[in-house]
């Protein structure tokens, strides 16, 4: 099982930055995919953006193009979502994701994140 640990949510105001981070840790095969999404109150969980390991592309929300980039360190086992010019919109739960496998041939798994509270105010 392959366990996820967000950090580096908090308060900040409109226009700012806050940068994510998501620890991985457990058996890993090889990874399909890394991602974050956000759930507001009230709302459903949604996707921020994702990286597609096999391709190499990244994809985000329309709503945070421009202003939001995902990256990672293979070394350290870490994820990033750096957040600039928030909005009282994006104030939300992270949660960062993985899509993986946990050994040759096996099933595709998904893993999830406690959350970190991000918000914004105006």
């Known amino acids: 099982q392959v366990q996820l640990v967000e950090s580096g949510g908090g308060l900040v105001q409109t226009g700012g930055s806050l940068r994510l981070s998501c620890a991985y840790s457990?058996?890993?095969?090889?990874?399909?995919?890394m991602g974050w999404y956000r759930q507001a109150p009230g709302k459903e969980r949604e996707l921020v953006g994702k990286?597609?390991?096999?391709?190499?592309?990244?994809n985000y929300a329309d709503s945070v193009k421009g202003r939001f980039t995902i990256s990672r360190d293979n070394y350290k086992k870490m994820m990033y979502l750096q957040m600039n010019s928030l909005k009282p919109e994006d104030t939300a739960v992270y949660y960062c994701?993985?899509?993986?496998?946990?050994?040759?041939?096996?099933?595709?798994?998904?893993?999830w994140g406690q959350g970190t509270q991000v918000t914004v105010s105006s």
């Open positions: 994701n993985l899509e993986y496998q946990p050994s040759y041939n096996g099933p595709l798994m998904t893993s």
């Open positions: 990286i597609n390991i096999i391709s190499g592309y990244t």
């Open positions: 457990g058996s890993i095969f090889s990874l399909n995919t």
